[in-house]
Structures are given as C-alpha cells and as structure tokens.
C-alpha cells in the first residue's frame, strides 16, 4: 500500500484478534468502516451513541484495543464519550471522527478525552486502515512492554528472595566454620597443654634418675629457645626446639645411674654407654606423631659442624639448625652447672669454650646469636 509517498508494510500480521469499538450515529459510516474491516481479523462492534458505547465498555468481556467515535452526535459528543471511555479502557488507543475541521474539539478530544488521533470527514479509507493497523500494533507493543515489565519485576521480586536465602544460608554458614573454628581452636589449645603436659612428664622421669642435673632440661630449652628467637626462626621452630630441648637426655632413662651419678671420671666403657642416650631417645619417641621432627633433632643434639660429634658423625648443614641450636645451648648449661664429677665452670667459661670452637664444633650463626643473647642477659633466663 502507498500513503504518503511512503511504502506501507499491511501485510505484516498481528499478533493476536484485536476488538474494536466503533460509535457513530449515522449507519452509513458504521457500515463503512464494517465493509472496510471485513477482510481483516479484527472483532468490531458497533453502536449508535456514546451512552450505547460506554454501555458496551462496561458489560464487555473481551477488551477493547481501538476505540473509534464520531464527534457530533446527539445527547453525549466524542470528546464527552472519551472523557469516560479512557477510564474503562486506559490502554486502548482512541481515534475521533470529525465532520469538519473544529480545531477546538480536537484540541478538547486530546486534552479531555485523551485522543490519540482524528480522522476527518471525507477520509481515505487506505489511510484509515493503515492507521488501524499501526495503532493495533502500538497496542500490542505496549501490552508487550507491560507484560515484560512485569515479567521483569517478577524475576527481580524472586531474584530479591533467593538473594536474601542466599545471605541467609551464607550467614549461617560463616557463623557456624566460626563456631567449627573456635572449637578446634579450644581443642587444638587443649592438645597443646595435654603435649606440654607429657613433655615434662616424661622430663622428670628421667630427673628422678639424676638429682644432680635437675632442672638442666628447663634451662637448656630456655637458652635454646632464645638463640633460635635471637636467630628470628618461626614459631614452629621454636615449638620444635622447646619440646626437644626438654626432652633432649630422655634416652639417659637406658643409663644406669651409678654411670650418670659417678662422681669420679668415667671410663671409656661408660662414656660409650652414655653416649647410647641419643638413640635410645629416638627410639623411644619416634613413634610418636609430635608435629615437629622432635626425635629426630634429639637425635643429633651432639653431633659437632666438624663431625667430631656422635652419634653418627653427621657434618654441618647435615645436622639439623635446632639440634645445632640444642647443642650449643646443652654445653652452656653443663658447663655452667656442678657435676658429681668436677664443680661449676660458670657461664663465662662456658662463652669462652663455645667462642673458641666456633666454626668448627659449633655452627657460627648459633654462636653469634648466643653471645648477643649472653650481652643482653648472662643467665639466658626468658
Ligand atoms: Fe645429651
């Protein structure tokens, strides 16, 4: 179809049986407009009036998309009839038929009966039914518009909903790993008092059997304790130090204690006995699941940078840092406690001793961090 000079797509279906109201008092014209709309599949229902028309909005099952009224009409005119018809049917679109060129109905048609268009008398019927068709269409992309926006607030009402179950389910789940965290952190506390617990225990045993080093465990794992602070080694490390330092002569358990009470020098027989300390203490503890390599470093705790040390003559960076560290710490001690066999050295003697065999007995680094430590306190007391 050609209106306007422009090309006019018709044919393009609709999507739905649209209903349309047309009001006229002269038959001639609703005839009209029937013959006009024959063709085409629309729901047309005509009346004489406006009051027949607003009549017809009220009791109608099936709403109206067009709405079509003459002017000039006796008893109630278009606009009048508008003025109710855009309650009844907001969304439909609303087309007046005008006589003549009465500008002021058509601006009170706009105003007051919310007209969308006027066609005036005599019209082109093609023109008349392409704006039909255009107004139906806008009608359905309104309604179109509408359900998707209520689609749309729908989706974002549930999206709403699943969003707070979504926090909700979050913020218990964060509330019950901090409830889970506490607990293991008050079991893995209660873990670690329970291996403190053991330590010393198994500390004093072997006190009992040699009244004379009472106490040397604690003090060794003190001073050790501060080296390897003084070293800035991790917490772990430190843990592994203090646990082994402590326990570090539990193999003495396999020594009879005539041999560690001797007040005399031993004999060579004896000093080989002793020297079995180190790995009965890793028989005895390696079984043990201690979250550090705790049998292991007491294993080493006499071996020497040199490998002049036992058991195995293991060398430098072969022997564990913490049982370097151990080691160092363990001479300090015993040198500066009495033994049955001699009297106190004294710390001072015991600096002398560690200083003169630096770097070739004892690691340099273990030295250097005992001596800063020594400076700061000469009893290495914590
Ligand atoms: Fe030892």
Known sequence: MHV????IELSKSLKYKHSILIVDDEDSILNAFKRMLADEEYDVHTVNNGLEGLYNLRTTKNPYSLIISDQR???????????QAKDLFPDAVRILLTGYADSGAIIDAINKGGVHLYFTKPWREEEVLLHIKQSLSKVEILAENKRLIELIK???KELMELNKTLEKKAHDRTNDLLAQTEKLKDSYKRSQLILDGIVKTLSKIVETRDP????????????????????KLTED???????AATLHDIGKISVPSEILTKPS???NLEREIIKTHCKV???????????YPVAEIIYQHHERMDGSGYPRGLKGEDIALEARIIGVADVIDAMASYRPYRPA???DAAIEEIVKFRGVTYDSSVVDACLKVYKQDAYFQV
């Open 154 to 156: 729908t989706k974002n």
């Open 73 to 83: 009409m006796p008893e109630m005119s278009g606009v009048q009839f508008f003025a």
């Open 345 to 347: 050295l004294g710390v």
């Open 281 to 291: 203490a890793n028989d005895i503890l390696v079984n043990i699941e201690f979250p």
């Open 265 to 267: 020098i031993l004999s």
């Open 237 to 243: 490390q430190v843990s592994s130090i203090h646990i």
């Open 212 to 231: 004379y080093t009472s106490g040397h465990e604690d003090q060794v794992a003190k001073i050790a304790c501060r080296i390897a602070k003084e070293m």
């Open 4 to 7: 306007a000079g422009k090309d």
